[in-house]
C-alpha cells in the first residue's frame, strides 16, 4: 500500500512557466516532508522539505505548500527551466528515529523550451 | 570528500546466483539505508541501519540481507537471486546531527536477473 500518492505521472511545462506536483498522504504521524530531485542516471537529491507546523517554505523558484487538514502538500516551481527537467519525488517520515522516508511514485518534468 | 559511493555500478545475474552491493560513504554518518527504485513504484526501502553493527527491516525485505561491520560500509546481500529483484538500488546515509534531515544518495546499482 503507497503510504504517500503522486500525481501527476508526468508533467509538460513551457520555459517560464509553473510546474505543480501534488501529493496526498493518510499517516498523521508522518511530520517531515521532503522533495527529492533525480537527474537520469544520478541518485536523487534534497531538493527543499517542511514540517508540518508551516504552510509554505519558499527556496528559491521552488515553493512547497502544506495542507494539514488535507493531508496534502505540493511543489511548486516557478518560472521553469529547461534544466529543471528531472524526476521529483516526494516524500514522508516520522523524525523520531530512524527518519526512514515513504516516497511518492515520482513524477516525470519536461520543460521545453 | 566521495560522499555515498556504490559497487558495482552494474550487474547481471542469472537466477540463484548470489552476489553483494557495497555502498561506503566518507561522511561520518549514523544511519545508512538500502532502497530499490522500479518504475512507477518510487524508491522503497529495503533495509536499513541506526549504527555499526545495527541492522533493522524497511518496508520490502524479503530476499535481501544486511551487514554493518564499519560504521562506513552497508553491503545489501541477495543470497539466491530472482528476476523480480530486478532493479536499480540506491544506497543513502544521514547524519544524526540536526538540521536538513538530509538523506544523502549513492549514484545506484543497476541490477539485472535473468
Known amino acids: 500500500q503507497q503510504q504517500v500518492k503522486q500525481s501527476p505521472q508526468s508533467l509538460i511545462v513551457q520555459k517560464g512557466g509553473i510546474s505543480i506536483i501534488n501529493c496526498a498522504y493518510e499517516n498523521t504521524a508522518f511530520d517531515y516532508f521532503p522533495w527529492y530531485q533525480q537527474f537520469p542516471g544520478k541518485g536523487p537529491a534534497l531538493l527543499i522539505a517542511i514540517r508540518p507546523d508551516v504552510s509554505e517554505k519558499k527556496e528559491g523558484r521552488f515553493t512547497i505548500s502544506f495542507n494539514k487538514s488535507a493531508k496534502q502538500f505540493s511543489l511548486h516551481i516557478m518560472d521553469s527551466q529547461p534544466g529543471d527537467s528531472a524526476t521529483y519525488f516526494c516524500?514522508?517520515?516520522?523524525?523520531?528515529?530512524?527518519?526512514?522516508?515513504?516516497f511518492g511514485t515520482g513524477t516525470r518534468l519536461t520543460v521545453i523550451p | 570528500n566521495a560522499g555515498v559511493t556504490q559497487t558495482p555500478k552494474f550487474r547481471v545475474l542469472k537466477t540463484g546466483q548470489s552476489m553483494t552491493l557495497l555502498c561506503a560513504q566518507d561522511m561520518n554518518h549514523e544511519y545508512m539505508y538500502w532502497y530499490r527504485q522500479d518504475p512507477g513504484m518510487g524508491l522503497r526501502l529495503i533495509h536499513y541501519s541506526v549504527g555499526e553493527g545495527t541492522t533493522a527491516k524497511g518496508e520490502v525485505p524479503d530476499g535481501y540481507n544486511v551487514s554493518r561491520l564499519k560504521k562506513q560500509n552497508f553491503l545489501l546481500g541477495l543470497e539466491s537471486a530472482a528476476p523480480s529483484q530486478t532493479s536499480v538500488y540506491f544506497c543513502?546515509?544521514?547524519?544524526?546531527?540536526?538540521?536538513?534531515?538530509?538523506?544523502?544518495f549513492g549514484p545506484g546499482t543497476r541490477l539485472t536477473v535473468l
Open positions: 516524500a514522508a517520515s516520522m523524525l523520531a528515529g530512524a527518519n526512514n522516508l515513504f
Open positions: 543513502a546515509s544521514r547524519s544524526l546531527a540536526g538540521g536538513r534531515n538530509e538523506q544523502f
